[in-house]
């Protein structure tokens, strides 16, 4: 994912119009920058989805949210990593699955 988030602003950045303009090269220019602006939409949502495991994380208020971030940013590239923080963001905290057990006993 890391490497096509790259790939995507690497052309994005060969597709820059160019300082001098003529008037057969405004359309060209038009069309660059429309490219352009849906190559960062493009690189937006890639980061979105990359970090969905943190997202997921910090709005179920997990413990180890922190811990997940980390391990999304470092490793999150490999998809192994990536699919880990996410198993980990949807898993139960052990201090709630101790409190429901306790509660049902009682």
């Not at 300082?19 to 980061?47: P, W």
Request: proline share 2%; aromatic share 12%; charged share 15%.
């Amino acid at each position: 994912m890391v490497i096509l988030m790259i790939f995507a602003f690497s052309v994005g950045l060969a597709m820059l119009p160019d300082v001098e303009n003529t008037d057969q090269e405004q359309q060209s220019m038009a069309s660059k920058i429309v490219a352009s602006l849906i190559l960062i939409c493009a690189f937006l949502m890639g980061l979105i989805i990359y970090f969905v495991p943190s997202i997921v994380a910090w709005k179920k208020r997990k413990k180890n949210r922190h811990a997940i971030l980390a391990l999304n940013f470092f490793t999150g590239w490999t998809f192994i990593g990536w699919v880990g923080a996410l198993v980990w963001s949807f898993t139960v905290d052990s201090s709630l699955c101790d409190e429901k057990s306790h509660a049902s006993k009682i």
